[in-house]
């Protein structure tokens, strides 16, 4: 089993910046991969930054945020991040983090797909205004 505890997010004004953490513990040892998703009222999970916990840490963002998003990981800490700058009202929303801790292998590239991953944190809200 794996453990995943977001931390981090809060109230921004446009323009601001935030970092949101994900602790992880429990059997952590076979996440392959994790991503970021993130929920706004109303609307559907979506998937925002992913990252291959691999050699070479390939990364992908969903287009709204590339530039502005950088996801990473602190293997050291057991601890993903993601650093939100220029954050947009648009981006309001409960963040999420997921992992992969299946073992399996697809390749260096990360999927943004909520089937994909096994294991969730509870969120954090992240709420930016004008």
């Known amino acids: 089993q794996v453990q995943l505890v977001e931390s981090g997010g809060g109230s921004v004004q446009a323009g601001g910046s935030l970092r949101l953490s994900c602790a992880a513990s429990g059997d952590t040892y076979n996440s392959n991969y994790m991503a970021w998703f993130r929920q706004a009222p109303g609307q559907g999970r979506e998937g925002v930054a992913c990252?291959?916990?691999?050699?070479?840490?390939?990364?992908y963002y969903v287009d709204s945020v590339k530039g502005r998003f950088t996801i990473s990981r602190d293997n050291a800490k057991n601890t993903l991040y993601l650093q939100m700058s220029n954050l947009k009202p648009e981006d309001t929303a409960m963040y999420y983090c997921?992992?992969?801790?299946?073992?399996?292998?697809?390749?260096?590239?990360?999927?943004?797909?909520?089937?994909?991953?096994?294991?969730w944190g509870q969120g954090t809200q992240v709420t930016v205004s004008s």
């Open positions: 997921a992992t992969d801790s299946r073992g399996g292998w697809y390749g260096s590239r990360c999927r943004l797909r909520t089937y994909e991953y096994n294991y």
């Open positions: 990252i291959y916990t691999g050699g070479g840490g390939s990364t």
